[in-house]
């Protein structure tokens, strides 16, 4: 099977635009500034989509999601400098903040869109 370089370049360098914030407004919220960096957030989106896609590369159904799962909760854990838990309840909340960004930046579309057709 061969793997588009071009794909997973654009596709980690969306992730980082789109999560690395998200994650580090979580991590500032649960853990304290000294400990969520940007910086760290970056890493934990970089090295979790290139760790991630190698074990989904030879894994398939819930042992890959298991195992990337367990990855991105030890790149919080050791990045944030936080326990399990508290790496949890970030990415939790990460989920949660990623999906209201995501419906108001919709809701802004919609509007624009109504907004261009009734325009014409």
Do not use: Q
């Amino acid at each position: 099977m061969s793997v588009n370089l071009d794909a997973v370049i654009l596709s980690l360098i969306i992730r980082i635009i789109i999560l690395s914030p998200v994650l580090w407004i979580a991590g500032r919220l649960l853990v304290s500034r000294d400990k969520a960096k940007f910086t760290d957030a970056i890493w934990i989106v970089v090295l979790g989509t290139v760790i991630g896609g190698i074990i989904e590369y030879f894994f398939i159904g819930w042992t890959s999601a298991i195992i990337v799962l367990f990855i991105w909760l030890a790149l919080v854990k050791h990045f944030f400098d936080c326990g399990w838990l508290k790496a949890f309840a970030i990415s939790i909340i990460t989920i949660l903040l990623f999906a209201a960004i995501a419906v108001i930046l919709g809701l802004i579309g919609f509007v624009v869109w109504g907004s261009l057709a009734l325009a014409l």
